[in-house]
């Protein structure tokens, strides 16, 4: 038994696909381009729902050194399918991970795996692959600011990001403080 | 004295209640100023970020080759200090984000952003004032 779902993205990718959950494991297919992820069903440590910008994100994170594949684009209704395909298929419980949306620039920074993460309140207001953070500097005795890389660079296929009239806002640097 | 510790106490406000809120905007990964909430939406690593406009102190735009940059600087403690409309913290300390860069190509979108936060802030300060004029 398949379940498939449409409107689906690949990690930060802007290609919309499909994924399909079956009992061997999971595949997501790009509508335009044909590229293909498959995550095997014995290779699923566990899985999270969380919301994003793109609506949810089903998270899966892998037994391999933490390592994860995320796909956003779920809507809220699909939680409970998700949910109990997950139980059926992969033997595991669908976790969800509570985000911050009061809107505060104060809370905590944890390093969680290999992630930088912004907690407001105890949730998550944002993470940031520790991967993706290019330079990083002292500044005086109380601020740091971090450089993350551009996305294009890690995405070679595509054409320059940076290049294009559509391009997404870059995240360039952050100061905490 | 009572009356300036009065006006100091540290008010709550929030930008969303719930994930619901958060404006469909948000999905094209792009800064979004959503003036009904009085916030503005950071697009950080697929998350959609709220930050309140109490939460903002300046904003400013620059050119450099090729990229425009925005930079959005936020109320921390210090920054005001001493200053008669200093803004109370709920909890000075915490760990607080002072500022976030973007970059685009598009300097025309960036400039456009630039004034719509600035108007947001203004429109704030003016509700502010008049709040100030009221209880006085």
């Known amino acids: ?177 | 004295g009572g009356a300036d510790d009065r006006g100091k106490a540290w008010k709550r406000f929030i930008s969303y209640k719930g994930e619901a809120g958060i404006p469909k905007e948000a999905e094209s990964l792009r800064i979004h100023i959503d003036r009904r909430n009085q916030t503005v939406v950071l697009p950080i690593n697929g998350f959609a970020v709220p930050f309140h406009v109490n939460t903002l102190k300046t904003v400013s735009k620059s050119d450099e080759g090729d990229f425009t940059y925005l930079r959005i600087n936020f109320q921390v403690p210090g920054s005001l200090a001493g200053k008669k409309e200093d803004a109370p913290f709920e909890d000075p300390d915490a760990t607080f984000i002072k500022s976030f860069s973007y970059r685009s190509t598009d300097g025309h979108r960036f400039d456009n952003l630039n004034k719509q936060i600035q108007e947001l802030k203004k429109e704030a300060n003016k509700r502010e004032q008049e709040k100030r004029e009221m209880a006085d």
Do not use: C
Not at chain 1, 143 to 157: D, T, Y
């Open chain 1, 1 to 177: 038994m398949t379940t498939q779902f449409e409107g689906i993205y690949h990690g930060l990718g802007t290609d919309v696909g499909e994924l399909r959950l079956a009992t061997i494991g999971l595949g997501w297919k790009s509508v335009t381009t044909g590229s293909q992820v498959t995550v095997a069903a014995s290779d699923i440590k566990y899985v999270q729902w969380l919301r994003v910008a793109r609506n949810f994100q089903l998270r899966i994170i892998l037994k391999d050194n933490r390592r994860r594949e995320t796909f956003d684009g779920f809507q809220r209704e699909d939680h409970e399918k998700i949910s109990h395909v997950v139980k059926q298929h992969y033997n595991v419980i669908l976790e969800t991970k509570d985000v911050s949306l009061k809107g505060w620039n104060w809370g905590a920074l944890d390093v969680q795996g290999s992630d930088l993460a912004f907690l407001v309140s105890n949730k998550t207001a944002f993470e940031v692959p520790l991967s993706q953070i290019s330079n990083s500097n002292i500044v005086g005795k109380t601020e740091v600011s971090l450089e993350f890389a551009a996305l294009e660079k890690k995405n070679p296929s595509t054409p320059s990001a940076s290049k294009r009239k559509d391009a997404d806002d870059e995240l360039d640097e952050d100061g905490e403080h």
